[in-house]
């Protein structure tokens, strides 16, 4: 099967208009890796009708970032969709997406987006909801399938449906590793062989914290501490130890936990964590 290629916001919206029963959504910023590919065949089982958008959102990346050199792979991920039997994919232009009169703004929720990804990322989570707002109105679909690889961005997210009572169900999907523990992200792409290496101590720092907690350590400092320790090498952002709501805990709860890193590697930045 070949996947319907959509390249206006009116092509979308006609193709959404043909389509009966239950319709499935996964927005990207394409680059498509098997962590994107999971949440496509979790729509795919699960719709009778999945759309794919990939967008690289001007309006989420910081002045100084890597929108420029943001990997594009339009002719890879066309044919990963076909196989995994995407039914459209919508590739439109910024100016599609932001009109030239493009005045109305919704903000991210303070206590998920300004902390931590949003503190270093000041205004970032404003692009994401600006535009996923937008992808959803478009794409219209039952279902939208989100990463907990993003974990911020999915609590800004259902915050964000919650509130607007949005008609969508927001499927949070397990963050997919590479063999050796590496989260797989599209900007992995930028590590030489000797910063994937160093990328590692992220997944193993997370894994061992894990371990920690299974052993009974539940302090938080005690757990934050041996996670530093283990990627000092690695010029850290920060360590966070907090609940689904995002508030800073001391000791963990299990089953309510998410430890979250962010890193550098080289001029790479990354993200993990795990959910506890
Ligand atoms: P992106 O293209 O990076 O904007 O990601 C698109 C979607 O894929 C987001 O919901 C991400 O959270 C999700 N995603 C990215 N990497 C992974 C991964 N390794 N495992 C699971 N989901 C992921």
New binding site residues.
Partial sequence: MVVKILKTTDELIAYRDTLEGQVGF???????????L??IERSVMGNDHTIVS?FV?PTQFLAGEDLDKYPRKDEADIKICSIAKVDALFMPNPNDIYLSDDEIIIKAPKIFGYTLEGYFRPTHFDGVVRVVLKLLNLANPNRA??????AQ??AVIQKMVRELFMRVEIIP?????DTNGL?????NVYLTPPQIEQALLISKSLKRASKDVMSGITDTDTIKDKILSTINVLRVEYVAIVDREFNTLEKIEVGNTIILIAAYVGTTRLIDNIWI
């Fill in positions: 996964v927005p990207t910023m394409g680059a498509l890796h098997s962590g994107h999971s949440l990939i959102n399938y989100f990463g907990k690889k993003d961005q999915l999907c397990d963050i997919v590793r989260a797989l992200s599209s900007r």
